[in-house]
């Protein structure tokens, strides 16, 4: 086992056992469970370092070894925290009790707190900081819904990390004082005898396959290294990414189209650990009543159906291959897509061939265009790209 995780986990573990440490239950849980928590240490860092113009987001490490370290407590109320801002005295919350396990794998998280390249906040917290509520949270649920039986208890819980990316929380994991929120409600609970709809999802017909050749001389552009897909540009489109008017004050973006193809030698799955791809970016749409502040863009409903008509009408023999988005500050090596540019792109763009493409904007309107592909491990990396000279 790695001493340290070295990169930010994709999701969380979290394993339930009974008392006499027998594994009773185990649930992947987004690494969003993270974000209560890191809220109220961003709201605890000095103010002098949060300005107007920070987006602060946060990244978790766990540590996998025993290491005298000294762990950032709220300062008020002093204890673990919780999510809701205030200290969490288990003993005072409704049974089952739940502790941690005597040989855990996780031992404590690095928190860090980012505004873009900076860091703001780089701390020590122990695994019961982070999940004691959570999994107690967890176990009043199961036990109320007879999943665990309250004689097993006391509970003892583990945390992991996980390797595989989860935007969902299983349906029934959370008891029935999570919904009494404004806003927030169960859906009706189906007749049993209802004569239910069943749908089978149909497999995309594999890529055309095509020969790198196809295309024509290139010059290489972009930072980062060639990852498995080759991402090729029509000079027109490249010309309007450095041209096209954007805003200089907020946040402005657009989607790309074009055609999505596989290599002669890829396996016709996407899935297949070997698929590799090419794409040939041949148009751009820039983005309507899309919503930009100087440091984040957001695409609404609104957005989505403008292109999608726009797509239909116009470029019916295309695909949407890419978006692409602005940073208004000069491009460098240490910070790329933030992470809500990353989560955008994973929900909404999921091939393995869909790209994201960054234009950084400095203080005297200079454009560097970037771009970003997903790994075999599904992470965002950035990667060259290819300018065709016809």
């Not at 890191?38 to 113009?53: F, G, Y």
Request: aromatic share 10%; glycine share 6%.
């Amino acid at each position: 086992m790695p001493e340290t995780h070295s990169k930010p986990p994709k999701s969380i573990v979290m394993i339930l056992f009974d008392k006499n440490l027998e594994a009773k239950f185990q649930c992947v849980l987004p690494l969003a469970v993270v974000a209560p928590v890191s809220n109220r240490i961003i709201r605890e860092v000095p103010q002098r370092k949060l300005d107007r113009s920070s987006e602060p987001w946060y990244a978790i490490i766990a540590h996998c070894i025993h290491q005298k370290v000294k762990f950032n407590r709220a300062p008020a109320p002093e204890g673990e925290t919780s999510l809701y801002g205030t200290r969490y005295i288990a003993e005072k919350e409704p049974p089952p009790r739940v502790i941690q396990h005597p040989e855990p794998h996780v031992m404590f998280f690095t928190v860090i707190i980012n505004d873009y390249q900076k860091e703001l906040f780089r701390g020590h917290f122990s695994v019961d900081d982070l999940f004691h509520h959570g999994a107690e949270f967890v176990a009043r649920s199961l036990v109320e819904k007879g999943r665990l039986n309250m004689s097993d208890g006391p509970f003892y819980y583990k945390v992991e990390v996980g390797s595989q990316y989860v935007s969902t929380i299983e349906r029934d994991l959370l008891p029935q004082e999570a919904f009494e929120v404004e806003g927030v409600f169960h859906l009706p609970k189906q007749e049993e005898e209802r004569k239910r709809l069943t749908f089978t999802k149909v497999a995309s017909p594999p890529l055309k396959a095509v020969s790198r050749s196809k295309f024509g001389e290139a010059e290489i552009m972009g930072r980062g290294k060639k990852e498995r897909g080759a991402i090729l540009i029509r000079p027109a489109v490249y010309r309007d990414l450095l041209n096209i008017g954007l805003s200089k004050s907020v946040e402005d973006g657009g989607y790309l189209l074009g055609i999505p193809y596989r290599t002669t030698r890829s396996p016709e799955s996407e899935e297949d650990p070997n698929f590799k791809w090419i794409i040939e970016i041949t148009d751009l749409i820039k983005a309507e009543k899309s919503y930009g502040t100087p440091l984040l863009l957001l695409f609404n409903g609104d957005t989505w159906s403008r292109m999608r008509q726009t797509v239909d009408r116009d470029f019916s023999d295309k695909k949407l291959l890419s978006w692409f988005h602005t940073h208004l500050f000069a491009a460098s090596d240490d910070f790329g897509l933030s992470g809500l540019d990353v989560d955008l792109h994973r929900q909404y763009f999921s091939r393995p061939w869909h790209v994201a493409i960054l234009i950084n904007i400095d203080a005297q309107d200079k454009r560097e265009v970037r771009c970003f592909q997903k790994n075999q491990d599904g992470d965002l990396v950035e990667c060259k790209f290819e300018v065709l000279k016809n």
